[in-house]
């Protein structure tokens, strides 16, 4: 029987995983982009044609979100020339194999495949207190805009995993707003919300609390809000299929 040559076998085995790699980085950056998006749309639906200005300031974040899906678009496009790369380039070396994994790794930790564990934050959402010349309740109450802001911001600046009240978000989480409850994945929770994210402390409160910025925003909107860095964080890897 003939049999193949090592070097052949290897030279299989890292184009395989390669196209791994990047069909899981491909499908974290679709499943982002799409989801973020229909519920900034769906936001913006529900929203009271009298209230102009928080109109005006979904609007926006609308707005800044499509820019977001073309860095994403953009992203992706460099994902795709990598694969070229690692075809071309790729020396067989165990420093390379082992970029590969942690490449791998990494991803599937965004997906939520895998348990997060880490140093990071814990950002706390909290509705205000009743204030009875408030003619609209939902002046007081935390949605899933103020929700979406904080995640949006954690992704940007790095976090590697996020649960939100102990629920391990994954690339398609879907978080819709139902009057003092907010639902995620179809599981129900009230306020107070505790967003954890796994990453560098400094960099993920440093992304929140720029001047103008989240923080700024959700105190203007009268979100009592908490910023807190986490030394030890565990999550659960997202269970089922998807």
Known sequence: MTKQ??????????????????????????????????????????????DFEKKEQLREDLIAQQERNKELEEEKLLLQQKIKDYEQDFSGSKEGYKGLVKQADDLRLLLGKIPGRGSGVTVTLQDAEYDPKSVNPNDYIVHESHVFKVLNELKISGAQAIAINGHRLKANSYIKCNGPVITIDDDQFPAPFVIEAVGNPKVLSAGLTLAGGVFDQLIDDNIIVTIDGSKQLVMPAVQGNS
């Open 5 to 50: 040559p090592a070097n052949k076998k290897r030279h299989s085995f890292k184009h395989q995983f390669a196209f791994l790699v990047v069909s899981i980085a491909l499908g974290f950056l679709f499943a982002y982009a799409y989801n973020t998006a229909k519920t900034k749309d769906h936001t913006m639906t529900e929203t009271s044609s009298s």
